[in-house]
């Protein structure tokens, strides 16, 4: 089995620093939600992109205890995410990941989709789980015909009924071992 992860919230920490920037425009904190085009949320909360993007330290966000751990672990792993391709390709970098595939969205795009990551992967969607924090993720997953786990580190992740869900980034390698 091959891993494919969501980046915030999954991958890295970033909840907070994702809330800190609406915060700091005027956003109350509790009307902020996780998972979708930052153009989608920034239209919903009613603040452009660019001031979004000013206000936001990606400094801020981490990766997961244990995740720098599991990836060093994979040969062939990728990253589906809806960070906007230049902020996504920047995050990256920053933490010295090198996925073997990654796809970001943004407007023009759509949201993100796993059918690119499958076929530049060139794997079936039965070989692959998807790690993610959301209901979009467990969507995505649905959809392209992938195993879904829920990234169970993050306290925010909800389980839904029938959800794999990791408890810890190094229960995702079990879960990629043959049984
Ligand atoms: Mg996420």
Same mark, same amino acid.
């Given at each position: 089995?091959?891993?494919?992860?969501?980046?915030?919230?999954?991958?890295?920490?970033?909840?907070?620093?994702?809330?800190?920037?609406?915060?700091?425009?005027?956003?109350?904190? @509790?009307?902020?939600?996780?998972?979708?085009?930052?153009?989608?949320?920034?239209?919903?909360?009613?603040?452009?992109?660019?001031?979004?993007?000013?206000?936001?330290?990606? @400094?801020?966000?981490?990766?997961?205890?244990?995740?720098?751990?599991?990836?060093?672990?994979?040969?062939?792993?990728?990253?589906?995410?809806?960070?906007?391709?230049?902020?996504?390709?920047? @995050?990256?970098?920053?933490?010295?990941?090198?996925?073997?595939?990654?796809?970001?969205?943004?407007?023009?795009?759509?949201?993100?989709?796993?059918?690119?990551?499958?076929?530049?992967?060139?794997?079936?969607?039965?070989?692959?789980?998807?790690?993610?924090?959301?209901?979009?993720?467990?969507?995505?997953?649905?959809?392209?015909?992938?195993?879904?786990?829920?990234?169970?580190?993050?306290?925010?992740?909800?389980?839904?009924?029938?959800?794999?869900?990791?408890?810890?980034?190094? @229960?995702?390698?079990?879960?990629?071992?043959?049984?």
């Amino acid at each position: 089995m091959i891993a494919v992860f969501d980046l915030d919230g999954t991958l890295v920490d970033s909840d907070r620093a994702l809330s800190d920037a609406f915060v700091a425009l005027g956003v109350p904190r @509790e009307d902020i939600t996780f998972g979708h085009l930052l153009a989608d949320e920034c239209d919903r909360l009613g603040v452009s992109v660019d001031d979004y993007l000013a206000a936001y330290d990606p @400094e801020h966000a981490q990766p997961f205890p244990g995740i720098d751990e599991v990836l060093a672990q994979l040969l062939v792993w990728g990253v589906c995410s809806n960070k906007h391709p230049e902020s996504g390709a920047a @995050e990256l970098a920053r933490l010295g990941w090198q996925p073997t595939v990654a796809t970001f969205a943004d407007r023009a795009s759509g949201p993100k989709q796993l059918g690119p990551v499958l076929a530049a992967l060139d794997v079936a969607a039965a070989d692959v789980l998807y790690v993610g924090d959301t209901a979009h993720d467990r969507a995505c997953a649905r959809t392209a015909g992938c195993r879904f786990v829920l990234a169970g580190w993050n306290v925010r992740a909800e389980a839904a009924p029938g959800d794999l869900v990791a408890a810890t980034p190094a @229960e995702v390698l079990t879960l990629l071992r043959p049984s």
